[in-house]
């Protein structure tokens, strides 16, 4: 069992930047991590996934261009620099890892998952 730990959120103004924060204990990072986001009242949505090696990389359209992914597995982080952020940006931002190496969008696909971290944008 790995535990993760988000940090980095906080309140930013539309066209700001952040950059978040995975960090995991317990076993080695092994396999396909990403990050998802929750909004109040809406459902939690897939924004980047990755691959243990990174050489498979997914955006969800909402954080292309605007949104990188990456990973250091010697030091178990996973970020999340964000830029251009827009107020539809605001949400619960959650990482998560899956049981194997392929990248999915559903959060039903991840085991384990941290208790996230507010980003706010405003206007």
């Known amino acids: 069992q790995v535990h993760l730990v988000e940090s980095g959120g906080g309140l930013v103004q539309a066209g700001g930047s952040l950059r978040l924060s995975c960090a995991a204990s317990?076993?080695?990072?092994?396999?396909?991590m990403a990050w998802f986001r929750q909004a109040p009242g809406k459902e939690r949505e897939f924004v980047a996934g990755?691959?243990?090696?990174?050489?498979?990389?997914s955006y969800a359209d909402s954080a292309k261009g605007r949104f990188t992914i990456s990973r250091d597995n010697v030091k178990k982080m996973l970020f999340l620099q964000m830029n251009n952020l827009k107020a539809d940006d605001t949400a619960v931002y959650y990482c998560?890892?899956?049981?194997?190496?392929?990248?999915?969008?559903?959060?039903?696909?991840?085991?384990?998952w941290g208790q996230g971290t507010q980003v706010t944008v405003s206007l």
């Open positions: 317990g076993r080695t990072l092994m396999y396909a």
């Open positions: 998560a890892e899956r049981a194997n190496n392929i990248v999915r969008e559903s959060p039903v696909d991840y085991t384990s």
């Open positions: 990755m691959s243990w090696a990174g050489d498979l990389i």
